[in-house]
């Protein structure tokens, strides 16, 4: 059985804070892959990132970061002096075939001015 | 560069009636899905076709549930006798497996169809 917890219901920080969004998932499977993506208030889902489960390497992509452990079964989303426009829905995502994605309940963050 | 797109985008309906959602996926893309949101909650899969085959279905998927994609394009999604319990954002993505070597697995997703069963 595949499933992603996302913990954190809502999140508000100040503008230029940094802010992590935790996401743990549960897997059988030795292969597969690790997804976030952002919805925001419009409503259309935006493809942030992927991640092989044999790939522990974290990511950076300008003020994103990304920490996968899979010691803790783990896939952390950091955002770095928050914008604004950084406010969303936040969804972690899990695939082990590519053919069904499993979303976690997602995080709302709100960045304040 | 033509994204997906889901018609219509909202819907409200009385109890018993049957709605019919479209969607139209990215053209050169193999793969759509259909996907489920509640307020509150994340994107719950209910099916997918790669070009016209429906290779799998959730058990959210009841009876009253059919989707189709007939010449392997656009998409319908068909919900016969609605119930209230029907109501939700029904969201079409698309995918490309065709080129494995610049798979990344990521989903393009349309804006949605909000369906509100009264």
Same mark, same amino acid.
């Given at each position: 059985?595949?499933?992603?917890?996302?913990?954190?219901?809502?999140?508000?920080?100040?503008?230029?804070?940094?802010?992590?969004?935790?996401?743990?998932?549960?897997?059988?499977?030795?292969?597969?892959?690790?997804?976030?993506?952002?919805?925001?208030?419009?409503?259309?889902?935006?493809?942030?990132?992927?991640?092989?489960?044999?790939?522990?390497?974290?990511?950076?992509?300008?003020?994103?970061?990304?920490?996968?452990?899979?010691?803790?079964?783990?896939?952390?989303?950091?955002?770095?002096?928050?914008?604004?426009?950084?406010?969303?829905?936040?969804?972690?995502?899990?695939?082990?075939?590519?053919?069904?994605?499993?979303?976690?309940?997602?995080?709302?963050?709100?960045?304040?001015? | 560069?033509?994204?997906?797109? =889901?018609?219509?985008?909202?819907?409200?309906?009385?109890?018993? =009636?049957?709605?019919? #959602?479209?969607?139209?996926?990215?053209?050169?893309?193999?793969?759509?899905?259909?996907? *489920?949101?509640?307020?509150?909650?994340?994107?719950? #899969?209910?099916?997918?076709? =790669?070009?016209?085959?429906?290779?799998?279905?959730?058990?959210?998927?009841?009876? *009253?549930?059919?989707?189709?994609?007939?010449?392997?394009?656009?998409?319908?999604?068909?919900?016969?006798?609605?119930?209230?319990?029907?109501?939700?954002?029904?969201?079409?993505?698309?995918?490309?497996?065709?080129?494995?070597? *610049?798979?990344?697995?990521?989903?393009?997703?349309?804006?949605?169809?909000?369906?509100?069963?009264?």
């Amino acid at each position: 059985a595949q499933k992603v917890t996302q913990a954190q219901t809502e999140i508000s920080v100040v503008e230029k804070e940094d802010v992590t969004l935790d996401c743990v998932y549960e897997t059988r499977d030795t292969t597969y892959y690790l997804f976030w993506y952002k919805q925001p208030p419009s409503g259309e889902l935006v493809f942030l990132i992927r991640r092989n489960s044999f790939d522990e390497q974290n990511e950076i992509s300008g003020r994103y970061s990304w920490n996968f452990q899979k010691s803790t079964s783990s896939f952390n989303f950091t955002i770095t002096a928050s914008q604004v426009v950084d406010s969303a829905v936040y969804f972690c995502a899990l695939s082990a075939t590519g053919n069904q994605f499993y979303f976690g309940t997602g995080t709302s963050l709100t960045v304040i001015p | 560069d033509t994204g997906v797109s =889901q018609d219509p985008r909202h819907k409200i309906t009385k109890r018993g =009636q049957n709605v019919t #959602f479209r969607c139209d996926p990215i053209s050169e893309h193999n793969r759509l899905y259909w996907y *489920r949101q509640t307020l509150g909650q994340g994107p719950e #899969f209910l099916t997918y076709f =790669q070009n016209e085959a429906q290779l799998e279905k959730s058990r959210l998927l009841s009876d *009253r549930f059919s989707a189709e994609r007939p010449k392997g394009s656009f998409s319908t999604l068909e919900i016969q006798r609605t119930e209230q319990g029907d109501s939700a954002m029904y969201l079409c993505a698309s995918s490309s497996t065709l080129h494995r070597d *610049r798979y990344t697995g990521e989903l393009f997703f349309g804006e949605g169809s909000r369906l509100t069963v009264l």
